[in-house]
């Protein structure tokens, strides 16, 4: 049954390695001859169609996940970005261009503190005040928070968002071609088994016709 299984599977493999489903055109030369028994192959259908499954639900919930966090990364990379840019002054060149705005210092001609909120729970905020810094803390996931100069946590954030956004491209390609090889195995499945209810009625039809002709032979 072992060696049957493996028989299932292509060689050929997309470039994540998920072996292809070949289609099978003649049915009686793939199971060998019109005296083949099916069961075993059915069954080796079976199990690379719940071993395909099983990879189209694993890489469902990587989707979903990759999904949730990429948005979250851009946010957290313009967050940054823009921590950067009031640091350099980029931000009030821009604004300079009109003379008269002025809101954004204080009589001392300092720039004002940056106020913002943040979520202590899921229905409570807080207000803060960002001191001016050149230094950012970044979690990193499993209760890990790091510190960054603001230029390394906004190469290491724009080399995850990349990372993220090419795993989800890939992810949602293996999805797609999964469900290609799925509908191409059940529709094997559904192949080998009408070839065995027609040889099964062609068998049925011989035998009786082989007896009426003994019969009226008598």
Do not use: C, H
Request: charged content about 35%; proline content about 3%; glycine content about 4%.
């Amino acid at each position: 049954m072992a060696t049957k299984l493996k028989a299932v599977f292509s060689e050929e493999k997309n470039p994540r390695g998920i072996p292809k489903a070949p289609f099978i055109a003649d049915v009686e030369e793939y199971l060998g001859g019109p005296n083949a028994e099916v069961e075993g192959t059915l069954k080796s259908f079976q199990d690379a169609i719940a071993k395909y499954r099983y990879m189209d639900a694993n890489l469902a919930q990587r989707r979903a996940s990759l999904e949730e966090k990429i948005p979250d990364i851009k946010k957290t990379l313009d967050m940054v970005e823009y921590l950067q840019e009031r640091r350099e002054g980029k931000s009030k060149a821009s604004e300079d261009d009109d003379l008269a705005d002025l809101d954004d210092e204080d009589e001392s001609g300092s720039t004002k503190p940056l106020r913002t909120t943040f979520e202590l729970n899921d229905t409570l905020f807080a207000e803060a005040e960002i001191e001016e810094s050149d230094t950012v803390y970044l979690w990193l996931g499993a209760n890990v928070m790091l510190s960054y100069k603001i230029p390394e946590a906004i190469a290491l954030l724009k080399s995850k968002l990349s990372g993220a956004e090419i795993s989800l491209n890939n992810t949602v390609e293996d999805l797609e071609f999964l469900r290609e090889q799925l509908t191409i195995m059940e529709v094997n499945t559904a192949r080998v088994y009408n070839w065995d209810v027609k040889r099964r009625r062609q068998r049925r039809e011989e035998a009786a016709r082989v007896t009426a002709k003994g019969r009226s032979d008598e």
